[in-house]
């Protein structure tokens, strides 16, 4: 089997099910994912529906049995609809669900305030909750997997059921960035912690874009890397629940729903100006651009073991210069942080 | 199946096209034969890896029964393991399609879809508790001096990932070119876990694109490793190579 090409449906067309002899008309393109495509699709009860298309039967027999097993365990995976083969198309096979209406998590985020921010990750956290009461872990928490509808009450559905795993087994589909382990931080083994560090790792880089090199840096780098994004966020709440989780400390989803409580809902960006523009930029923080972020301390702390060595005291001498400031602007920062 | 069944697997990372040694393509159906599957990834960074590269990675896994992709570095990684994974479940898949055509005369995509759901569960779980064995084979070659550090990385990654599964897994590395005339080496043997410091020591990017010899060096690793699990499977746990 070499790369694989996708049925390519347009919209207009027409699939019929080979066993249940209903027909399908494409409406349109939802997603095209590692595994297959997604189609909005009207059926014949003039209902839309999302459609996920893939050239391997057994693939979409395995996802399709997986959201049969999770729609007894709440709502946040899309309710599965039916399954079937093309009668005319070969081998194109599809299973039927719920369209899920919402926008993926990093097209939202952006005009995220802290509020938003804060009613987002209690929905998942919610949502998470659920789906640990089946023994099952989401593992591939992304971004484009979490659909978020502000005006719906339940405001965070999960699509792609394709990386649910029953606790205890490896995590086989997952994103580089938001997995413990290639972060150096844990094992890559399906459980309630590994969901809540993933989500907290996913949080971290929309909050700050991770730079490209990444996946070559060794894993020291790499943690000082995410650690300095964390402990740079604005508010003080949020860098230590999400230090918490990335470190395992959160080993379930009831302990995170309490965390995610306490968190402030202000009309504030959980990520400070300068930071935010270090992040468009692409810059990759070490001793200077971490400058922003280091400032927020309510106490200096030496930067990590790996940016040592040349940049000593260039770095001791803007430690100083900190310090300095820190103390006469510790009030405005007090209030700034409250 | 019993948990001492064994999957047998070669993955082949390069940036180009072989020319010194044997066809590649010819090495790779001998695996095939030897039931081994052969996955090739191609590694880009600026441009592409020519046709004829390219041609002879889709012929390589083509020939080995495997899969074929070409990436860039950043996605070197999350497609090594998604290729593991996918290629254990199709030979997992046509060892339970054999069992399903002598059983009931057919195969699984003849069974009606809810039927194909449970089989498939059952796979699943196999993939978990297989045995499973990964030789990596790293074009060491001089073009790919400044992908080696990604691909350190998503080896050790790959052995990560294998490490949490319920079957046991190990993982051998080799290098194509060798040392001096050797037209591959041995960078590490079998073990569950990937020593990155020897890794980092013995991956030093010249000379040409022996990929020939490297499968060959790889098909004899595999088989050697077959003579002695008999004996492996008495010692209690999986062997480990070095403190
Ligand atoms: N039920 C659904 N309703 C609406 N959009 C969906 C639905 N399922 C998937 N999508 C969209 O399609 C994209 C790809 O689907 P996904 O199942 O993640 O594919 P893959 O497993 O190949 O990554 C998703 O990121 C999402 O945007
Ligand atoms: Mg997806």
């Known amino acids: 089997m070499t790369q694989g090409v996708h049925p390519r449906l347009t919209k207009g067309s027409k699939v019929l099910g080979k066993w249940t002899r209903q027909q399908w008309v494409v409406q349109g393109a939802l997603g095209v994912g590692a595994n297959g495509a997604v189609y909005a699709v009207r059926g014949a009860d003039h209902q839309r529906y999302a459609m996920k298309v893939c050239e391997d039967a057994g693939a979409v027999a395995f996802e399709w049995g997986l959201l049969e097993q999770l729609s007894a365990h709440g709502f946040a995976f899309p309710k599965p609809h039916c399954i079937d083969d093309s009668a005319a198309h070969p081998s194109l096979y599809f299973y039927v669900m719920e369209l899920v209406d919402g926008q993926p998590l990093d097209v939202v985020w952006p005009r995220l305030d802290a509020a938003g921010v804060k009613r987002i990750l209690l929905a998942t956290a919610y949502a998470l909750r659920h789906l640990h009461k089946s023994s099952h872990a989401f593992c591939d928490i992304k971004p484009q997997n979490l659909l978020v509808n502000l005006h719906e009450n339940q405001c965070v559905r999960f699509v792609d059921v394709g990386g649910v795993t029953p606790f205890g087994r490896s995590v086989r589909q997952f994103t580089p960035t938001s997995d413990v382990a290639f972060w150096g931080l844990g094992e890559r083994r399906a459980s309630a912690r590994y969901d809540i560090a993933a989500l907290a790792l996913m949080v971290a880089t929309l909050c700050e874009t991770p730079p490209k090199t990444l996946s070559q840096w060794p894993l020291e780098r790499r943690q000082a890397w995410m650690l300095r994004t964390i402990r740079g966020l604005r508010q003080k709440r949020l860098s230590t629940l999400l230090e918490d989780a990335v470190y395992g400390r959160i080993n379930h989803a009831d302990e995170l729903i309490h965390r995610v409580y306490d968190l402030p809902a202000d009309r504030r960006p959980v990520v400070a100006k300068a930071h935010r523009q270090a992040a468009a930029t692409g810059a990759v923080a070490s001793g200077s651009t971490a400058l922003g972020q280091q400032k927020r301390k309510s106490q200096p702390r030496r930067p990590g073991k790996s940016t040592a060595g040349r940049a000593d005291w260039t770095e001791r001498l803007m430690w100083y210069a900190l310090t300095c400031a820190m103390i006469s602007t510790a009030g405005a920062w007090a209030e700034y942080l409250r | ?243």
């Open chain 2, 1 to 243: 199946m019993s948990k001492e069944a064994m999957i047998r697997q070669i993955l082949v990372i390069t940036d180009g096209y072989s020319n010194i040694g044997e066809d590649p393509i010819q090495c790779a159906s001998e695996a095939r034969r030897q039931g081994i599957v052969v996955n090739v990834i191609g590694v880009v960074d600026k441009g592409d890896m020519g046709v004829v590269g390219r041609d002879e990675a889709m012929s390589i896994a083509d020939a080995g029964g495997g899969m074929c992709r070409i990436v860039h570095p950043v996605d070197l990684s999350a497609t090594a393991q998604m290729m593991t994974h996918q290629t254990m479940q199709m030979t997992l898949q046509q060892v339970v399609n054999q069992e399903l055509q002598s059983v009931m005369g057919k195969s699984t995509e003849e069974l009606p879809p809810a039927d194909r759901s449970r089989v498939m569960q059952v796979v699943d779980k196999l993939e978990e508790e297989v045995g499973l064995h990964v030789v990596v084979a790293i074009d060491t070659s001089a073009s790919m001096k400044d992908k080696i550090p990604t691909v350190r990385e998503a080896v050790r990654d790959l052995a990560l990932s294998l490490q949490v599964r319920l079957g046991t897994s190990q993982v051998a590395v080799i290098a194509f070119p060798g040392a001096g005339e050797q037209s591959t080496k041995l960078v590490q043997d079998f073990s569950d876990e990937v020593d990155m410091q020897g890794l980092e020591a013995s991956l030093q990017a010249r000379g040409g694109t022996p990929t020939g010899p490297a499968i060959r060096h790889a098909i004899s690793l595999l088989k050697q490793l077959r003579h002695d699990t008999s004996a492996v499977e008495f010692e209690d746990g999986p062997r480990r190579d070095y403190a």
